[in-house]
């Protein structure tokens, strides 16, 4: 198993980047960058190239994460570690990679996080306030599957052929309340909660606590014993509720990729914060591939400085922390689509595992 290094900051680059300029997968070229901005990295991130099942018989294809941690790094760091291992092993038992093996993954890892949230309530109760929204991709035998929880985005570039120009085409399906089909998805499934969804400082939230109805983890918003002593008191909620808030089952979509299909940004929300659909898939098309995850990165935060009024210099010499009130963590990976390699099922390649976040990539 090939671990590839990240390579901290060099000359000129902000000493909160870490980033993987180029490298190999299975049907192409990657890139990688992460920045953060909190105290603690709340982001972290994978991609797995080489067998996608356990038992390394079944089929070969490269599997991407983004797991945009929130109220902590316990989230996402579980995801990161027990994701794609559940995925392997769900791929295993049903011989294949199927939209029911995802949400089986999806469903195994959630159950794990929430039986580590009650063995360590009396210990760790804040850990009942942490949760991961959870983005993954898997590319195999010529299709792509998406699956989405939460406000992490994947957005596909493709050639249009009549004008030779690069669409931005957006994968996944958004969990974020501030969108009002999501907000009345919510409504319609609590009726009898007028407070279900609140707007606070301007921002839609549910329950006046959090933008996204899908996550990994936020057990105090999915079980009631949760929502007690020795929670802090801000999280809990005034009134019981018998049925979960907050839901961890992703959006799924198949895709057949198609030979205009040339690449797929995966990022978190903090990118999408700054960056249109369209302006991030110019940029890639526009820019040579090495380096272009990190490029993507400076564009957004060249943007989070202009709405702020000051110099991108100064924004990067700010610490994590203080960073947040400027920009989030922001983790973005480029996966380039070789067509010639896409449909040939018979690829072997050398392994390759690469994280990016958590306290141990950081």
């Given at each position: 198993?090939?671990?590839?290094?990240?390579?901290?900051?060099?000359?000129?680059?902000?000493?909160?980047?870490?980033?993987?300029?180029?490298?190999?997968?299975?049907?192409?070229?990657?890139?990688?960058?992460?920045?953060?901005?909190?105290?603690?990295?709340?982001?972290?991130?994978?991609?797995?190239?080489?067998?996608?099942?356990?038992?390394?018989?079944?089929?070969?294809?490269?599997?991407?994460?983004?797991?945009?941690?929130?109220?902590?790094?316990?989230?996402?760091?579980?995801?990161?570690?027990?994701?794609?291992?559940?995925?392997?092993?769900?791929?295993?038992?049903?011989?294949?990679?199927?939209?029911?093996?995802?949400?089986?993954?999806?469903?195994?890892?959630?159950?794990?996080?929430?039986?580590?949230?009650?063995?360590?309530?009396?210990?760790?109760?804040?850990?009942?306030?942490?949760?991961?929204?959870?983005?993954?991709?898997?590319?195999?035998?010529?299709?792509?599957?998406?699956?989405?929880?939460?406000?992490?985005?994947?957005?596909?570039?493709?050639?249009?052929?009549?004008?030779?120009e690069t669409l931005a085409i957006q994968l996944s399906t958004e969990h974020n309340v501030n969108i009002k089909t999501e907000r009345d998805e919510l409504l319609s499934k609590h009726p009898h909660d007028s407070q279900i969804v609140v707007m606070k400082h301007r921002v839609w939230r549910v329950k006046?606590?959090?933008?996204?109805?899908?996550?990994?983890?936020?057990?105090?918003?999915?079980?009631?014993?949760?929502?007690?002593?020795?929670?802090?008191?801000?999280?809990?909620?005034?009134?019981?509720?018998?049925?979960?808030?907050?839901?961890?089952?992703?959006?799924?979509?198949?895709?057949?990729?198609?030979?205009?299909?040339?690449?797929?940004?995966?990022?978190?929300?903090?990118?999408?914060?700054?960056?249109?659909?369209?302006?991030?898939?110019?940029?890639?098309?526009?820019?040579?591939?090495?380096?272009?995850?990190?490029?993507?990165?400076?564009?957004?935060?060249?943007?989070?400085?202009?709405?702020?009024?000051?110099?991108?210099?100064?924004?990067?010499?700010?610490?994590?922390?203080?960073?947040?009130?400027?920009?989030?963590?922001?983790?973005?990976?480029?996966?380039?689509?070789?067509?010639?390699?896409?449909?040939?099922?018979?690829?072997?390649?050398?392994?390759?595992?690469?994280?990016?976040?958590?306290?141990?990539?950081?």
């Amino acid at each position: 198993m090939v671990r590839s290094c990240w390579k901290p900051s060099g000359e000129g680059d902000d000493e909160l980047l870490w980033y993987k300029d180029l490298g190999n997968h299975l049907y192409g070229e990657f890139s990688m960058a992460v920045i953060q901005a909190n105290s603690s990295l709340e982001d972290c991130s994978q991609l797995e190239s080489g067998p996608l099942s356990s038992d390394y018989l079944g089929p070969q294809g490269t599997f991407v994460g983004v797991y945009d941690g929130h109220g902590g790094t316990a989230a996402s760091q579980f995801v990161s570690d027990n994701l794609f291992c559940n995925f392997k092993s769900f791929a295993a038992e049903h011989q294949g990679i199927s939209e029911h093996v995802i949400r089986r993954a999806f469903s195994t890892t959630e159950e794990g996080f929430l039986s580590l949230v009650k063995k360590q309530w009396l210990s760790k109760p804040q850990i009942a306030y942490t949760g991961s929204c959870c983005l993954a991709g898997i590319i195999c035998n010529g299709m792509l599957y998406i699956a989405n929880a939460g406000d992490s985005r994947a957005v596909l570039g493709r050639i249009e052929r009549a004008t030779r120009e690069t669409l931005a085409i957006q994968l996944s399906t958004e969990h974020n309340v501030n969108i009002k089909t999501e907000r009345d998805e919510l409504l319609s499934k609590h009726p009898h909660d007028s407070q279900i969804v609140v707007m606070k400082h301007r921002v839609w939230r549910v329950k006046g606590l959090i933008q996204v109805s899908r996550s990994i983890g936020d057990a105090y918003l999915k079980k009631a014993e949760f929502n007690r002593e020795p929670l802090p008191y801000k999280f809990r909620l005034h009134e019981p509720f018998s049925k979960p808030i907050l839901s961890y089952e992703p959006s799924i979509s198949m895709h057949k990729l198609h030979p205009d299909d040339q690449f797929i940004i995966f990022a978190s929300d903090g990118l999408w914060e700054h960056l249109s659909n369209q302006e991030a898939v110019n940029i890639v098309s526009n820019n040579p591939r090495n380096g272009i995850a990190r490029r993507l990165v400076k564009a957004a935060l060249r943007e989070a400085a202009k709405k702020r009024e000051m110099r991108f210099s100064d924004l990067q010499k700010i610490e994590q922390g203080v960073r947040r009130h400027f920009h989030d963590d922001i983790t973005v990976i480029v996966v380039f689509l070789n067509p010639k390699l896409i449909d040939n099922s018979s690829l072997w390649g050398s392994p390759l595992s690469i994280r990016g976040g958590g306290p141990a990539n950081s």
